[in-house]
């Protein structure tokens, strides 16, 4: 059964760091894109950044571009979002999902077919 399952969320003050982690089962990352998403109360569930399979070919959503980095862990099975120069409006629920082998990821969710049960950032001093 493959499954994903986020963890690192946490409370942070503005400007502060954290470091997502998706631990995937079933699969193996290098095997399946994957995914970051959020979605804050009342907007719409947006893609932050992916990596593809094998080459790890890597995307950002403009509004994280230069704060956050994606990085895959062959050894531990997982996915990593750091998260670096933390703002308020990056506070959300963050979720980490498992697309089909693919040489270029996409920030669609739609592109996704296994999805995590988020994990809570909220950024705030």
């Known amino acids: 059964q493959l499954q994903v399952v986020e963890s690192g969320g946490g409370l942070v003050q503005p400007g502060g760091s954290l470091r997502l982690s998706c631990a995937a089962s079933?699969?193996?990352?290098?095997?399946?894109?994957i995914g970051w998403f959020r979605q804050a109360p009342g907007k719409e569930r947006e893609g932050v950044s992916c990596i593809s399979s094998s080459d790890g070919e890597t995307h950002f959503a403009d509004s994280v571009k230069g704060r956050f980095t994606i990085s895959k862990d062959n050894a531990w099975n997982t996915v990593s979002l750091h998260m670096n120069s933390l703002k308020p409006e990056d506070t959300a629920i963050y979720y980490c999902a498992a697309g089909p082998w693919t040489v270029s990821c996409g920030l669609r969710a739609r592109e996704y077919d296994y999805w995590g049960q988020g994990t809570q950032v909220t950024v705030s001093s």
């Open positions: 079933g699969f193996t990352v290098d095997y399946r894109a």
